[in-house]
């Protein structure tokens, strides 16, 4: 059976930006309201605290994480931080961090759902964001060690207890401090010394599984746009959801990812978006177009450096070209 999974994520057209919130004592993400047409503003929205019934259209555009963006968990990852367990403590608005917390929120939409959950205010708070990348940063550090086999790097992770006679998560990463909260038995095979490896499949399974359990899907069976079939289709409440999907479809399917050189965007290897032609495994260019650019770029920049009276060689070295060629960019 096929089942295609799809989210409706809700994008303010006029952006966002940090509102500190003195009642919860927070930073939080909010609508930059004072950008949109005032009448629409006050149609949808309740002055006071600012509570929407529904996203109209007039003030949000809705995109599809799965075909959009399909590995931007690993965008999302790169917020987080691995090793500091509640470091949302330790971060202030004007670290770097909020900085492209807000960059990725303009970008993607924030993490909240319908505004009917309790979850809604606590989603836009800045060192709920921040943890919330931190564990997809930490289990993205899990799988690559898993498809590694990194014994070391597994070893960041879990540890043999020789006292009790089982393996345990360790507590300085963050998936350590949320797995001894969280689970309360560990599986039968964590009593036997067995390999690392496996127990850091094993690990990496209970994580992911651990935070699909909290998760609320609307499924029909609907035509597919193109063709004839009819498929199952599943579709999840936010765009935290979707991340914590396409994770686990990453995870089961043993994706393999790489960073766009041009805009880093991380897309998956030999797998090419809707729509768009299939990738060479070697493509270091996530679309047609950010190849384009990323060539336009070497262009503009040779021009630019030779202005400043560099040496052909040396620009040729910077920009990675060979010399007929530069020379053909700077009509010499
Ligand atoms: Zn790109």
Known sequence: MYVQFSARVPRFKYGYQWQYNGEVGEWLIDYRLEKAPQDEVRRNFSSADRVLTEYPDSLFDFYDPF?????????????????????EEYLTIDDDKPNRVLQFVNRYGDLSGSFAES?????????????????????????????????????????WDNQFRRWTFRHTTVLGAM??????????????K??????????????????LSRQQFRTAIARQPLGPRTVLTCQV?????????????????????QQCAFCHKWFSKGEAAAG???????????????RVKAYQHRQTKARQMRRNGTKLPDIARTVATDLPTLKKWLGE
């Open 237 to 257: 409440s936010t765009l935290l959801d979707a991340m914590w999907m396409q994770f686990a479809s990453a995870v089961a399917d043993e994706k393999q990812y």
């Open 119 to 159: 979850s809604w205010i606590e989603m836009r708070q800045l060192g709920k964001i921040h943890g919330c990348a931190s564990w997809f940063r930490a289990a993205v550090e899990l799988q690559e060690a898993v498809r590694r086999s990194d014994e070391d790097r597994l070893a960041r992770f879990l540890e």
């Open 67 to 87: 075909v959009a963006d399909p590995a931007l968990f690993r965008n999302f990852a790169e917020l987080g931080s691995f090793a500091e367990y509640r470091s």
């Open 276 to 290: 768009r032609r299939r990738r060479r495994e070697d493509q270091t260019f996530c679309t047609q177009s950010c």
């Open 179 to 192: 797995f001894n909260f969280s689970i309360r038995s560990v599986p039968a095979t964590w009593t036997q």
């Open 194 to 211: 067995g390999h690392i490896v496996d127990r850091g499949k094993e690990a990496l399974e209970l994580t992911i599984t651990h935070f």
